[in-house]
């Protein structure tokens, strides 16, 4: 396990060795992301200033909730990327052979070969919509509520790589993973606002079968002292639940991959 | 000692068999049809250590089917596989650990680090001691010439430096089989040259055990002692290069310059024509049957010849000839 | 000359037709958009009518109108959207620069012809989603033909607007390799100046200033309004105009831009 942190970290030093080659690359990278972002939140910012709250929930506390989902989605975009471009990067151009024929584990050698920057962005921004929300909120900055906060992020997270590692086995069959991880990683867009908006079988689907919702309302609501019952304290487990999932499906990909070839 | 044991190795691939046009695109769809394709169809051999095998066939033959079977990427339909002792797809990682590949076009090397750091993080990744990739890496600059490159990222060298570079990759974990795919692909003769010098060293020093896929019979003749032919998966020969010129050998060729288009010629029997063009006409000949003096005495009585030439048989036509069924006639005489 | 327009009209006919085949290929990817997009749609329709709880208008417009808008921008999405960066920037990595020059037809007119060709059947794999739009989400388009004709000629004017804008913003391909990045900033600016995201006329005058002084509102915003409600039928001439002046303004421009960003390249090694 130490040996495999000890590697990530051999990856990661080379990936900002060749970034650093190209510093504007990776500064218009960094920055698209955020700009991106910045787009969605005028979007609130133009509509939330002409109402008094969506459906109970004021502008800061749909802020609280989509920085919430915005900081989950940045783990995996920085640590996941490869999984968007396992298809038409490695598969089929042969190179994920390579990754059989060394001694690691091909999804830690294929998470570990990209490490996306693009992803601060995403991360520093929902970090700053998380703080900024908080504090208008009155929501204290108390020890109990930061670690509450990364341990909602990291298994936020995890739920997204997890769904992502889902769908992006099915490049062992149609050589691309991004149409089926496009289909299920658009869900979330649900979550970038309260789950109490929607119809109620939206809820139950993005808690329980593409828990979404995990990332971003559960913990917004025991910040803010919404009742929503245990579901609070689910994240964890739930990313636990699905990261063991998704490693099977991965498994039984990888096995497909082998008896079939490319 | 037998490192590698191939017994009745077959794949066979389920292929969709797609029809042309719109309704064929829209059956394909709903109602695929499969059939089976055999890839490798029953080979059996077993290879000791130190050797150097060519392992040769036209293009589709099962030639990388069989080695991602050796590899452990592929598994085998029926059949076995061991390598080292291993079943290289059950046993990946620790079979990992022991074997290098090369595959020919493509680098197993970040395109963009410098390739100093493309090593060491190779290195890293097989768990090569830092005193032993130090004594390593310096053996490697010395014989491959590396000193220059090795601050240069992959993507700024020439076709030659790229493989040079790939084989200390391959070998800096000091692999015990080394398989290689196409290594010499599109280098000069120069390059060529001390590429095959360098992996004939280390098969010499090492007692590394190389598999060669090639469509370079300069590579076979100059690195292999034995070559195995695989033909539509099923495998044709498997023995010495000698015993194939001997063998094959007894042909030869002459092509004659004429001065004017020949119409029917007389040959004497064992001599046969193989080309006929305007004002040039190729005979092959069996030397064993005939003289090259007899077939060219024949010819100029009946021709006025301006020129000629006769060609040695070379391991490439050899190998045609065999693609070309001369085992079946052989066998049958 | 007429049988030199016919033959370059046969071509570009033959060039659209490719892409369009191209196009249907990739079913895997057709259902995948449909996916995305009616999630989307869903996650707006829902959105929209919480906005909406406590009040019947907001700047104007009634719910119905937001959401048909909306919706519209939103299955109209392809139309906002580019690659003639990543197209730019393959070409450079390629080096086919000079390959591309060689060829007998105008570059910029091949493109726009394969763009259009594109986005055509991009909209057309679209049909099912408007039908669901309309059935289940609340899309209400007007029947007057009238409006219909301005929707689409204004529909025109903006897209060559947009992609002539887009042929200079893809010469920083010239310059900058992360064109990832570059595109990102593209889309987000993209979707949200052009309305796609929010009514423009729900923003802060600025902020509409802004976006009216910007190609994406002529290539989506506009049309659109004709189908919501927003533009009359007699607003229709005076909207085509200021298009058609974008359009020749931006024709020049691209060309000249294009035209410094190619020898740049070439001059030095491209």
């Given at each position: 396990m130490t040996r495999y942190l000890e590697l990530y970290w051999h990856f990661l030093i080379q990936r900002f060795k060749i970034l650093m080659e190209y510093r504007l690359n990776f500064f218009i990278g960094s920055t698209s992301t955020a700009i991106l972002q910045a787009a969605s939140l005028a979007a609130i910012w133009v509509v939330m200033?002409?109402?008094?709250?969506?459906n109970g929930w004021s502008f800061y506390e749909v802020i609280l909730v989509y920085g919430l989902l915005t900081m989950g989605e940045s783990i995996t975009h920085m640590f996941a990327d490869n999984l968007w471009t396992v298809g038409w990067n490695y598969v089929r151009s042969g190179d994920f052979d390579r990754f059989l024929v060394r001694p690691i584990d091909p999804l830690f050698h294929l998470l570990a070969d990209r490490f996306c920057h693009d992803g601060i962005g995403n991360l520093i921004t929902g970090a700053v919509l998380v703080g900024v929300s908080m504090q208008q909120l009155g929501i204290a900055f108390s020890l109990l509520h930061i670690v509450y906060i990364i341990i909602s992020v990291l298994s936020g997270g995890v739920i997204f790589i997890a769904l992502n590692l889902i769908t992006a086995t099915s490049v062992f069959w149609i050589m691309e993973s991004i149409p089926v991880t496009q289909m299920v990683f658009t869900m979330n867009e649900f979550a970038k606002y309260p789950l109490s908006i929607y119809h109620s079988s939206i809820r139950v689907l993005l808690t329980w079968i593409i828990p979404y919702g995990f990332v971003s309302f559960y913990p917004a609501s025991y910040l803010l002292g919404r009742?929503?019952?245990?579901?609070?304290?689910l994240s964890p487990f739930v990313a636990l639940v699905f990261i063991i999932i998704a490693y099977r499906i991965w498994l039984f990909g990888l096995r497909h991959y082998s008896s079939t070839g490319s | 000692m037998t490192i590698i044991q191939v017994d009745r190795l077959s794949k066979i691939f389920k292929v969709q068999r797609k029809e042309p046009g719109l309704a064929g695109a829209v059956k394909a769809l709903f109602l695929p049809k499969y059939e089976d394709k055999v890839?490798?169809?029953g080979i059996s051999f077993s290879i000791d250590t130190g050797e150097v095998v060519g392992y040769i066939g036209v293009n589709g033959a099962g030639k990388s089917t069989t080695i991602k079977m050796l590899t452990g990427i592929l598994v085998p339909s029926s059949g076995s596989v061991r390598v080292l002792g291993r079943d290289p797809h059950r046993e990946r990682v620790a079979n990992a650990r022991e074997i290098g590949v090369v595959f020919?076009?493509?680098?197993?090397?970040?395109?963009?680090?410098a390739f100093i750091e493309s090593l060491s993080l190779v290195a890293k990744i097989y768990q090569v001691p830092q005193a032993r990739y130090k004594q390593l890496l310096d053996q490697f600059a010395e014989t491959l010439e590396l000193k220059e490159l090795l601050n240069v990222p992959i993507r700024n060298m020439s076709l030659g430096q790229k493989m040079r570079a790939e084989l200390a990759a391959t070998l800096i974990h000091e692999p015990r089989v080394v398989y290689l795919d196409e290594p010499t692909i599109g280098l000069d003769l120069i390059v060529k040259e001390h590429i095959r010098e360098f992996i004939k060293e280390q098969n010499r020093t090492r007692s590394t055990t190389v598999v060669l896929t090639t469509h370079d019979l300069g590579d076979i003749e100059e690195l292999c002692k034995r070559v195995i032919i695989i033909d539509t998966g099923k495998l044709i020969y498997d023995g010495p290069i000698e015993t194939i010129k001997e063998r094959f050998g007894k042909y030869r060729e002459i092509t004659f310059e004429t001065l004017s288009t020949p119409g029917h010629v007389d040959l004497p029997s064992g001599a046969e024509i193989i080309l006929a063009e305007p004002r040039k006409i190729s005979v092959r000949f069996d030397r064993t049957a005939v003289t090259a003096s007899g077939v060219a005495a024949a010819l100029m009585n009946q021709l006025e010849v301006k020129d000629f030439s006769l060609s040695e048989p070379d391991l490439a036509s050899i190998i045609r000839q065999i693609y070309n069924g001369a085992l079946n006639e052989e066998r049958a005489a | 000359m007429i049988q030199s327009l016919r033959r370059d009209f046969s071509i570009y006919r033959a060039i659209a037709a490719m892409a369009a085949k191209t196009r249907l290929a990739y079913n895997m990817w057709v259902w995948a958009d449909f996916v995305v997009t009616i999630v989307s749609m869903i996650v707006f329709v829902y959105f929209w009518r919480a906005v909406y709880a406590g009040t019947s208008t907001l700047s104007g417009l009634a719910l119905s109108q937001t959401i048909t808008y909306i919706l519209l921008a939103r299955l109209l999405s392809p139309l906002v959207e580019t690659r003639t960066i990543f197209f730019f920037g393959f070409m450079i990595r390629q080096g086919q620069i000079a390959v591309e020059f060689t060829r007998p037809l105008d570059m910029q007119a091949r493109i726009m012809t394969e763009s259009f060709a594109e986005l055509l059947v991009f909209l057309i794999q679209r049909l099912p989603l408007f039908l669901i739009a309309w059935l289940f989400f609340g899309l209400q388009l007007p029947s007057s033909p009238a409006l219909w004709g301005a929707f689409f000629i204004s529909l025109v004017l903006g897209q060559i607007v947009l992609f002539l804008f887009d042929w200079m913003f893809a010469c920083l391909a010239f310059y900058v390799t992360e064109t990832w990045g570059l595109s990102v900033v593209r889309v987000a600016a993209g979707s949200f100046f052009s309305g796609a995201i929010v009514p423009l006329v729900m923003m802060p005058d600025w902020l509409q200033n802004l976006a009216m002084s910007l190609p994406f509102a002529q290539a989506m915003a506009v049309p659109v309004s004709f189908l919501s409600g927003i533009s009359t039928v007699a607003d229709a001439p005076h909207i085509w105009l200021t298009q058609l002046i974008w359009l020749l303004v931006l024709l020049v421009l691209s060309r000249i831009v294009f035209g410094i960003a190619v020898r740049k390249v070439t001059v030095q090694g491209g």
């Open positions: 200033r002409q109402i008094p709250s969506l009742d929503v019952g245990a579901l609070v304290w | 890839a490798v169809n020919g076009q493509r680098t197993q090397l970040w395109w963009d680090l | -």
